[in-house]
């Protein structure tokens, strides 16, 4: 924490935001600690403090990409800055904490402590395989080809302007050091609904009802398999309605006239309809984006990605921030751990039950790394 005004006893502000924080922190596991920045300490996050007239109460900026935030207050309100950080700073990181709190419940099988958050997510893995499905819903006048390659080069937004494109390679290699992606695509023809929408005879346009969203994926006659893999598979899947069937829409949830195209399946991936002009037989790039924008954010969602605290304004509008990526990195550590510790004591359990099980060097070289990496995390945490 720094601050621009050379007067102010940042100490003994530090002191007391910190006991604001311990208070009202309820989850003593994800530890916060501030520091003043002159100290001789590591620091994740920077504070800055900055007095200002132009600010009746205290507010906060949050800066993605050099993960700083920068409060202004007015120098009278002095006072009020220690519950105010408090707050902040727990703001910051709270749906983080939720998601590790839910991780280490579930390591005692406390099935009722998952949030929604945590349910949605896929199992966490080293590695990933998106595949990206065209899917006609009739033969003839179908899509016969799309510019999928393209559109995940250009068409997936990140720690920019969502309006601004960038490349899926860097994306992919940021989110690398979570996991590791493969990338493959099909199109395929005659994949009908397993349900018939409502028409809505005033307007001509046919609505897929809420509670048909769990039967929309037509997992019977869809072939939406790929190559036998070990790790989760990611599916999004572009759905292009049969002609008599188009334009065909998501129920709305809200009371708003606009339509819903796309939705989220939790621990699967995203589905988005299109409604193309009739006799489109190619797709390109530009007319891909709308739907490859929302399947980047189903990607992140499906990730785990903590979202950005809606009470803390944030310089410019991200796809994935620093801040998100760090929180990102944490979950899965804990989760990491969680695996690890689990499978250490399944393995020491199953020895001590059955004494004479010969155990191969390979095993045994692979639990004393393990032991060895634990140790190694538990000694980093202890140093916060």
């Known amino acids: 924490m720094r601050s621009v005004d050379s007067t102010l006893d940042l100490d003994g502000l530090i002191r007391n935001a910190q006991h604001h924080i311990d208070d009202n922190n309820d989850f003593n596991a994800h530890h916060i600690r501030l520091y003043d920045a002159k100290d001789d300490v590591t620091c994740d996050y920077t504070i800055i403090l900055n007095p200002s007239l132009n600010h009746p109460s205290p507010s906060t900026t949050l800066h993605h990409g ?227 924008a929302t399947f980047i954010t189903h990607l992140l969602s499906l990730l785990g990605t903590p979202p950005l605290s809606e009470s803390i304004p944030a310089e410019g509008r991200v796809i994935l921030s620093t801040w998100q990526l760090d929180g990102l990195v944490r979950q899965r550590a804990a989760e990491n751990l969680v695996a690890a510790g689990g499978t250490m004591g399944s393995l020491a359990r199953l020895v001590r039950k059955i004494p004479n099980m010969a155990i191969p060097q390979e095993i045994r070289s692979d639990v004393l790394l393990t032991l060895s990496h634990l140790d190694k995390v538990h000694s980093a945490l202890s140093l916060y």
């Open 66 to 292: 050099n993960r700083t935030l920068f409060v202004s207050y007015l120098p009278q309100q002095y006072i009020v800055l220690p519950e105010y950080l408090s707050r902040t700073v727990l703001a910051l990181f709270a749906s983080e904490r939720r998601y590790i709190r839910s991780v280490l419940h579930r390591s005692n099988n406390d099935v009722g402590s998952l949030n929604e958050f945590s349910r949605r997510v896929v199992r966490g893995s080293r590695k990933y395989q998106a595949t990206f499905s065209l899917l006609n819903g009739g033969g003839e006048d179908a899509v016969e080809s799309w510019d999928i390659a393209e559109a995940l080069k250009r068409m997936i937004p990140l720690l920019c302007s969502i309006d601004q494109l960038v490349y899926l390679d860097p994306l992919l290699r940021t989110l690398g050091t979570v996991a590791n992606f493969t990338v493959d695509s099909q199109v395929q023809f005659y994949a009908g609904l397993s349900f018939e929408p409502e028409t809505q005879v005033e307007t001509g346009e046919h609505i897929v009802p809420l509670d048909k969203l769990p039967s929309f994926v037509n997992s019977a006659e869809w072939n939406l398999a790929t190559a036998i893999v070990s790790y989760p598979v990611i599916n999004f899947i572009l759905y292009i309605p049969h002609p008599s069937l188009q334009p065909l829409y998501l129920e709305s949830t809200d009371n708003s006239d606009s339509h819903r195209n796309s939705f989220f399946v939790p621990q699967w991936g995203g589905v988005h309809i299109l409604n193309p002009p009739h006799g489109t037989k190619h797709l390109d790039a530009a007319s891909l984006r709308p739907a490859f």
